[in-house]
């Protein structure tokens, strides 16, 4: 199983950024996935998550800024991400697990959002 998420770089304040998750090797469409971020001298953190009914289960410090959609036709999934602010940098892991709050087994290598002027 792989899981290779892309999309990131530098964003403006206010600006907006659609990150990637491909899944390689593991049935989306039976699974959940969800997005992390980890930023430089913090602890992980959990974002969003999307269970494989459709049902969403989101932090509520992104709420309203941030969202989370599949296409598993495509084995994708992306995370929309509105609003970006400065305390948004940080190295952002997609990670699928069978039911959001449950353990995440298979983990993408993260990819980096800078949020500056």
């Known amino acids: 199983v792989q899981l290779q998420a892309s999309g990131g770089g530098l964003v403006q304040p206010g600006g907006s950024l659609r990150l990637s998750c491909a899944v390689f090797g593991l049935p989306l469409d039976s699974n959940a996935i969800g997005w992390f971020r980890q930023a430089p001298g913090k602890e992980r953190e959990g974002l969003i998550c999307s269970n494989y009914d459709g049902r969403t289960d989101v932090s509520d410090f992104v709420k309203g800024r941030f969202s989370i959609s599949r296409d598993n036709a495509k084995s994708t999934a992306y995370l929309q991400m509105n609003n970006l602010k400065p305390e948004d940098t940080a190295v952002y892991y997609c990670?699928?697990?069978?039911?959001?709050?449950?353990?995440?087994?298979?983990w993408g290598q993260g990819t980096l959002v800078t949020v500056s002027s």
């Open positions: 990670a699928t697990t069978p039911i959001c709050a449950y353990e995440y087994y298979y």
